[in-house]
């Protein structure tokens, strides 16, 4: 099936009993059984939940994976790859991540006795330079929430099998349209679902998305036995979403090229950051890694750029009308953020410094609404500036 397809009808049968076309939500927490241990193969509502399943198969399918886990959150998500390993452990993060993700390694993870080192995964030899004998996994966040950059998936690929490593790809930014991590030769790959996939800010959820029976005996142990699932409500409203995510990531990456052009040329802005644009310093990489199945280059909504004060984002972000300042991006509706006061508030002074996070950065998540009225809401907003 083509991607647009699967998008559509993957992992949904026509419900058995009334031919219903859409899976029904499965309200429900338990399955009755016509004797001890005799069952349908539904036995309790965290262990199983058809729609949560139909969901996690069109996911897997469009992710070009085998497995699909679904979760409460990202975070959810996140928490469960890292309960693979064990105290003594050593972990090679991207060290521009989203800031809970950053949060929840340093204070959470760290407690029970993982190591982590905080990497540019964009600098090859500096991750060569990070593997010991304790390192078990490389986490590659790529497209970085906020700073837009990117890690080459086939050569750090390359280096986890090599060295016998995991390689798990956070792929919320630019969803599967534009990124299937698991054709590159990664392990693992999760998304917030509250983003593109979900689509309408309406949902928190995550999943997982692996290619190997081994790893996904493994997760679907963790995702039974700590119990981090979302409700099944929340899982269909994924699956429906899941039917235009080809459209719409057609339609976010449309408006930004648009937006970060306009934003390039205006000069209230120092640096704008936008993988397709050619002046993006990896554009190269992005051509190669950022494609659609049917091999067409694109990226997401998300943009970037710096003016250069906190008072003169501040003056920028109070004036947008139709842009909503708010945490979150992926909507259909665009959002803006100011990452230092909000989304990465928990990351340390120091290390938004080392990863370029400045007080003046703005992150914009480019909607789908009409480009001249997201336009005119920049324009309006820099008026002054
Ligand atoms: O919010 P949650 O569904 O738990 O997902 C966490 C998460 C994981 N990975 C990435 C790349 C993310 O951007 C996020 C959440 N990010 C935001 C809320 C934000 O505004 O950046």
Known sequence: MKFATAAIHAGQEKDAKTGAVIPPIFQNSTYAQSGPGEHTGYEYGRTQNPTREAMEKNIAELESGTHGFAFSSGLAAISTVSQLFKAGDHIISTENVYGGTYRFFTQIMEKFGLKFSWIDTSDLQAIADAITPATKMIFVETPTNPMLVLSDLTAIARMCRENNLLLAVDNTF?????????????????????????????????????????????????????????????????LRSLKTLPLRMKAHAKNAYKIAEFLQEHPAFHTVSYPDLPSHPQHALAMKQHLTPEGHFGSSGM????????????????????????????????????????????????????????????????????????????????KGV
């Open 174 to 238: 630019l969803s599967p349209y534009f990124q299937r991590p698991l054709e590159f030769g990664a392990d693992i790959v999760l998304h917030s679902t509250t983003k593109y996939l979900n689509g309408h800010s309406d949902v928190i959820g995550g999943i997982i998305v692996v290619k190997s029976d081994t790893l996904a005996e493994k997760i679907g142990f963790l995702q039974n036995a700590v119990g981090a699932v979302p409700g099944p409500f929340d899982a269909w409203l994924v």
């Open 303 to 382: 943009v970037t750029c710096i003016v250069d004060s906190f008072e003169k984002a501040q003056n920028i972000l109070r004036k947008l009308r139709v842009f909503t300042l708010a945490e979150s991006l992926g909507g259909v509706e665009s959002l803006v953020c100011h990452p230092a006061s909000m989304t990465h508030a928990s990351v340390p002074v120091e290390m938004r410094a080392k990863i370029g996070l400045s007080d003046g950065l703005i992150r914009f998540s480019v909607g789908v609404e009409d480009i001249d009225d997201l336009m005119q809401d920049i324009d309006q907003a820099l």
